[in-house]
T-cell receptor, first 111, second 117 residues
Framework: NAGVTQTPKFRVLKTGQSMTLLCAQD?????MYWYRQDPGMGLRLIHY???????AKGEVPDGYNVSRLKKQNFLLGLESAAPSQTSVYFC??????????FGSGTRLTVV | AQKITQTQPGMFVQEKEAVTLDCTYD???????LFWYKQPSSGEMIFLIY??????QNATEGRYSLNFQKARKSANLVISASQLGDSAMYFC??????????????FGTGTLLAVQP
């Protein structure tokens, strides 16, 4: 099925560990986004990309890095996880001016 | 900078009644789009309705309608004939610039709706 696929769906990390979240879309969308969702705060934009090879910071970029080496993939990296990064992470993509397609989310717990 | 405000953290509504979820926004861009999403307890983001800043009529999608008052910068979601399955978190979101350079979507903090039988 066409859409946005996020892996993994769940993960528990120890403080200081690193990990990469993968977002893959098969709709040839130019734009891709990473959000985090925390209780009472809605979805906040971490980083986004307006095309292959480009990335930009959103509202809450600290502690995260991203890469978009291929158009269909947008990777979110945590180099040294902290408990404050415990959250649900959503990836989204869209084409110029169209609606957005969201992934099903990744629930990350940092202990 | 663009901002979305949802002032109702939680709402109750009786089944079959209508409910209005409030959303106000702030932007200096004359061209923007407003979205509403539903997030049930299962966690996925479900698109409900869209309103463009230049649209002359309020958007409607089935039981959902968007009460767009441009001068007041409000974009309230109206759900008619509430159903138990409408119980969920609802997010208002805005994109500055129609098909703009970044297409960033900025969200409000959400309203948790509970439909009571």
């Amino acid at each position: 099925n066409a859409g946005v696929t996020q892996t993994p769906k769940f993960r528990v990390l120890k403080t200081g560990q690193s990990m990469t979240l993968l977002c893959a879309q098969d709709m040839n969308h130019e734009y891709m986004y990473w959000y985090r969702q925390d209780p009472g705060m809605g979805l906040r934009l971490i980083h986004y990309s307006v095309g292959e090879g480009t990335t930009a910071k959103g509202e809450v970029p600290d502690g995260y890095n991203v890469s978009r080496l291929k158009k269909q993939n947008f990777l979110l990296g945590l180099e040294s996880a902290a408990p404050s990064q415990t959250s649900v992470y959503f990836c989204a993509s869209n084409y110029y001016g169209d609606g957005y397609t969201f992934g099903s989310g990744t629930r990350l717990t940092v202990v | 900078a663009q901002k979305i405000t949802q002032t109702q953290p939680g709402m109750f509504v009786q089944e079959k009644e209508a409910v209005t979820l409030d959303c106000t926004y702030d932007t200096s861009d004359p061209s923007y789009g407003l979205f509403w999403y539903k997030q049930p307890s299962s966690g996925e983001m479900i698109f409900l309705i869209y309103q463009g800043s230049y649209d002359q009529q309020n958007a409607t999608e089935g039981r959902y309608s968007l009460n767009f008052q441009k001068a007041r910068k409000s974009a309230n979601l109206v759900i008619s004939a509430s159903q138990l399955g409408d119980s969920a978190m609802y997010f208002c979101a805005m994109r500055e610039g129609i098909g703009g350079a970044t297409n960033k979507l900025i969200f409000g903090t959400g309203t948790l709706l509970a439909v009571q039988p």
